[in-house]
């Protein structure tokens, strides 16, 4: 997110801007990137593209929350599972679903990725999934980019030795959430198309749809559907 997106009231806590919503940092938790509004984008435009009555998304890795509670305030028929491992996260998407009267409509979970979700009895009910994961890869935040972690924390980043260990998790644990045709959007990083792609043939079970690219022409977010005979 750029700078001018975030600013601090008088009391020093501190706000963002995400789609028009405005949201509050709490603690030790990432700064939401204007590039990750393309992810929601995409979200809540396939969404509606789907007129599902009742829809269940699950937002996984969702740091402040403003990726999972944007797509809940734009299409009002969402039911939202939000998840995250750390308690700054979770206590921050509470807050901000609380700002925006989504608090009955969104569940805010805390775990290890899809293990948050043990007993809401989400698996093979999701339509959607989305996922703004971690993709820098250990050694670049060790070097190029250890200027990343002098204000945020480095879970928000470290995506393991190669930048996808999470975007592999994801894919391989997604297919027991989705209903058959679900959707998986998540965010990669610039130059990881490839990768991302190779993961989702890879996997078998999903058909890759979309690439969506940033105001750049970058490839950012991955769009894909499991198939329909997904085993």
Do not use: W
Not at 170 to 177: G, K, N, Q
């Amino acid at each position: 997110m750029q700078a001018d997106n975030r600013a601090a009231d008088a009391s020093g806590q501190r706000h963002y801007q995400f789609l028009g919503l405005n949201l509050i940092l709490q603690g030790s938790v990432l700064a939401p990137r204007a590039e990750t509004e393309l992810l929601a984008s995409q979200a809540i435009a396939m969404l509606r593209e789907t007129g599902e009555a009742a829809p269940l998304v699950i937002d996984m890795c969702c740091g402040s929350g403003n990726v999972g509670l944007a797509i809940a305030d734009a299409v009002r028929s969402v039911t939202l599972l939000s998840a995250d491992l750390t308690e700054d996260t979770v206590a921050t998407a509470k807050a901000n679903a609380a700002r925006l009267g989504l608090t009955n409509r969104a569940t805010i979970c805390r775990g290890d990725l899809f293990n948050a979700l043990e007993g809401q009895g989400a698996e093979g009910r999701a339509t959607m999934i989305v996922c703004n994961p971690p993709y820098i890869s250990t050694g670049r935040l060790e070097g190029e980019s250890a200027h990343l972690l002098e204000n945020e924390p480095r879970e928000a980043f470290d995506g393991g030795p190669y930048g996808i260990s999470i975007q592999q998790r994801l894919v391989r644990e997604a297919p027991a959430f989705l209903k058959p045709g679900g959707l998986l959007l998540f965010e990669f990083g610039a130059g990881q198309e490839r990768q991302a792609q190779s993961l989702l043939t890879r996997s078998r079970v999903f058909e890759c749809l979309d690439f969506p690219t940033d105001e750049e022409g970058r490839p950012r977010v991955a769009v894909a559907r499991l198939r329909e005979n997904a085993s």
